[in-house]
């Protein structure tokens, strides 16, 4: 059964940091390119960032410089480190595995892929 299980989320003033954690079971979790996508309420779905299975990573625009993407591969957890939080950043993260390297897209969730429930992170000005 694939699990990806979130932790790491919750409550924190503009400035501040949090680090999120996602732990994989049930699939080849290093020869998988992994994401983080958000949804605040009334907004679609965004990547946030991915890292690919050869550890190529991509940030959105709005994240760049202050998010940072990593893995262990022994431990089958993805992290996201989060600086200087800011009040938009407010949303569900979710953490998502693309197992066959497709590519990600807009949206979430969505076929052939593996997602997380999903955890609260608000910011506070």
């Known amino acids: 059964e694939v699990q990806l299980v979130e932790s790491g989320g919750g409550s924190v003033q503009a400035g501040g940091s949090l680090r999120l954690s996602c732990t994989a079971s049930?699939?080849?979790?290093?020869?998988?390119?992994m994401g983080w996508y958000r949804q605040a309420p009334g907004n679609e779905c965004e990547l946030v960032s991915s890292i690919s299975s050869t550890g190529t990573t991509y940030y959105a625009n709005s994240v760049k410089g202050r998010f940072t993407i990593s893995q262990d591969n022994a431990e089958n957890t993805l992290y996201l480190q989060m600086n200087s939080l800011k009040p938009e950043d407010t949303a569900v993260y979710y953490c998502?595995?693309?197992?066959?390297?497709?590519?990600?897209?807009?949206?979430?969730?969505?076929?052939?892929?593996?997602w997380g429930q999903g955890t609260q992170v608000t910011v506070s000005s």
């Open positions: 049930g699939f080849t979790f290093d020869d998988s390119d």
């Open positions: 998502a595995a693309d197992p066959y390297r497709m590519g990600w897209v807009p949206g979430c969730p969505y076929e052939y892929t593996y």
